[in-house]
């Protein structure tokens, strides 16, 4: 048992024009992706993304929504639209004329795996495939590195606008944009168990990863603070829209990978953060619930420790969502389905004690991460039921609400006042020299995971534990021979080849270094590569 | 929001019968209040100066 598993986060960043508030902001962000050195590189720049697998109307409870009946803004696997708001090379036609690449659709794919490009109307950066909560950390601090390189070149060429970017959710006008987590789930995992399972965690979890949020309201149409930066726009319990009616639960059943084995489980309801330790256990607890819900599946039937789980099944959990985030003294008890009333942190504690007795009860000793995200979850829940100020170096909204509450009392300000929100704000922006979060950091107020060298290296380079691997050396060291890219393909155009070749990559945890490190420093260049593959 | 400010009132070094005696503000509390104010000077100097300008313009389109 462990808390590895593969996973990523995609983060959409907030984008302004400095001074200027009606700027586009599709043209800015196409900026930011365009300015990036590998598109600055003509060769890599010619890499498309490959929809030849995504498939985002597929729906895990079993159905196809009809794309005519589809809001425009899901359509995301058509490049000629952009969304408004293991095995040997397959031999592909070469297109008879060149496919015209659409300036708004920039994308680029990232020598660390990762993929920079604009989605709706702001930059992503969505992440490579990691297998732990760590390496999750460090491909998505990368991730703030490789959007200020954009920020500093733009910043620094007179001819282009200057652009900041904030990792945050919410306008405080009524816009947002996301955050999503993705976890690879046990296709054997029943979906209706598995959302059942994990909403009253999702609602509850907020208690330690909301990033914190001045306003209430999706227009921030009343005074004050909460948790969350998403809670607010929660309207649904289960559904496949990310755009509207956001649900708690999201059915997207697009696994990027074997979908007879796999699943991939796409979570919209969580908060950017900045705090790497709240980045950390909002993946790592989550890892080890969905190992619980996945072992109960194997065992065959619920019992035991996931008797707990299916009792916490809450009575309104969209409701609950927002009393949970609103409830800055985490005391609100919400009712649930057979009449009881439990807090959020006693919700997170009896996931907590089902996953450790399940871990006892399997025995096999435990891996230092594994460990330690437990220790951290049970010591942040104790500590954030006797005194919640002691947890301000570990969780983003008691990190930022120390802040605002030291400014109300210092300037006796009312939670309406604009620089309170303009603190919630520029707590995010990604300049260290502006940013409040990088201010804190400075100077010592904040809990560290990972080391500048860390991030460094993880915006160059790809983990070596997955396909991102292959992915990101891939376009590494055979970049011009790569017409696109895709999360589990690659697809080469080698000159003088009768063929475009497109090497599958079905599986997440193959096309590691341990896999193809070898094979890749064998082959000088992608024919040599290919021949291998195909071999 | 009453609430969240919770402290503790009693230091480690304190007997358990010392809890009657009330303490005005506990010590743990005005650490923490001077650890705050010497982060607001910091931020004072970088936060943007037209704040509500800064709000009312952080005007962003929906996304996922």
């Known amino acids: 048992m462990t808390v590895r598993r593969v996973m990523g986060i995609e983060t959409e960043y907030g984008i302004l024009q400095p001074g200027r508030p009606m700027a586009n902001p599709m043209l800015l962000s196409s900026h930011v992706v365009a300015v990036h050195a590998a598109a600055r590189e003509g060769a890599r720049a010619k890499a498309r993304w490959d929809y030849d697998d995504e498939d985002p109307l597929h729906d895990a409870r079993g159905f196809r929504l009809q794309r005519a009946a589809a809001h425009p803004s899901l359509l995301t696997d058509d490049p000629d639209r952009p969304a408004p708001s293991g095995d040997g090379p397959q031999e592909l036609e070469r297109p008879a004329v060149e496919e015209y690449e659409d300036p708004g659709a920039a994308n680029v794919i990232l020598t660390n795996g990762a993929r920079l490009y604009v989605d709706h109307a702001h930059p992503e950066y969505s992440s490579p495939e990691v297998t732990n909560p760590l390496d999750a950390v460090r491909w998505d601090r990368a991730g703030e590195q490789v959007m200020l390189a954009s920020v500093r070149t733009l910043m620094s060429s007179p001819a282009l606008p200057d652009v900041t970017l904030y990792k945050n959710n919410v306008d405080g006008k009524g816009a947002t944009y996301g955050t999503h987590e993705n976890y690879l789930v046990d296709r054997a995992v029943p979906f209706g168990d598995l959302a059942a399972r994990l909403i009253p965690f999702f609602v509850s979890r907020q208690v330690f990863t909301g990033a914190g949020r001045v306003g209430l309201g999706q227009r921030g149409e009343h005074a004050g603070f909460q948790l969350s930066q998403r809670a607010d726009y929660v309207e649904a319990e289960i559904g496949l829209e990310t755009t509207l009616r956001r649900p708690l639960v999201n059915t997207r059943d697009e696994p990027h990978a074997d979908p007879a084995r796999w699943r991939r489980l796409h979570v919209i309801v969580g908060d950017a953060t900045m705090l790497e330790v709240a980045t950390y256990l909002r993946l790592g607890t989550a890892s080890l619930v969905l190992w619980l819900i996945e072992r109960a599946v194997a065992e065959g039937g619920a019992g035991g420790a996931l008797g707990a789980i299916d009792r916490l099944t809450l009575r309104d959990p969209v409701q609950a969502t927002r009393l949970v985030s609103h409830d800055l003294t985490l005391t609100t008890r919400l009712e649930l389905a057979d009449g009881r009333y439990l807090t959020a942190l006693e919700i997170q504690r009896t996931y907590l004690d089902a996953v450790r007795s399940a871990l006892a009860h399997v025995g096999d000793p435990l891996d230092d991460q594994t460990s330690d995200v437990l220790d951290r979850w049970e010591s942040l829940l104790d500590r954030l039921a006797v005194d919640p100020a002691s947890c301000a170096r570990e969780v983003e909204w008691l990190a930022k609400l120390r802040l605002l509450e030291g400014m109300r009392r210092r300037d006796h300000l009312a939670w309406d006042h604009p620089r309170l929100a303009a603190v919630d704000l520029q707590w995010s922006d990604l300049r260290p020299e502006r940013g409040l979060y990088h201010r804190l950091v400075a100077a010592g107020a904040v809990e560290l995971l990972v080391t500048p060298q860390e991030v460094d290296d993880a915006v160059v380079h790809p983990p070596q534990d997955t396909r991102a691997y292959f992915r990101g050396e891939a376009v590494a060291r055979y970049g011009a021979e790569i017409s696109a890219a895709s999360w589990d393909s690659v697809v080469f155009d080698v000159p003088g080849a009768a063929t475009l070749q497109r090497v599958p990559m079905r599986d997440p945890l193959r096309g590691t270094h341990a896999h193809v490190g070898a094979l890749l420093a064998a082959s000088p260049d992608a024919a040599t590569l290919l021949a291998a593959l195909g071999g | ?64």
Do not use: C, W, Y
């Not at chain 2, 929001?1 to 919770?6: P, V, Y």
């Not at chain 2, 743990?28 to 709000?55: C, H, K, M, P, T």
């Open chain 2, 1 to 64: 929001m009453a609430g969240q400010e919770r402290v503790h009132t009693r230091r480690d070094d304190e007997e358990p019968g010392d809890d009657a005696t009330p303490t005005p503000v506990a010590p743990a509390a005005q650490a923490r209040d001077a650890e705050v104010d010497a982060l607001l000077d910091e931020i004072d100097d970088v936060l943007e100066s037209n704040a509500e300008q800064f709000v009312r313009g952080f005007v962003q389109k929906g996304g996922q």
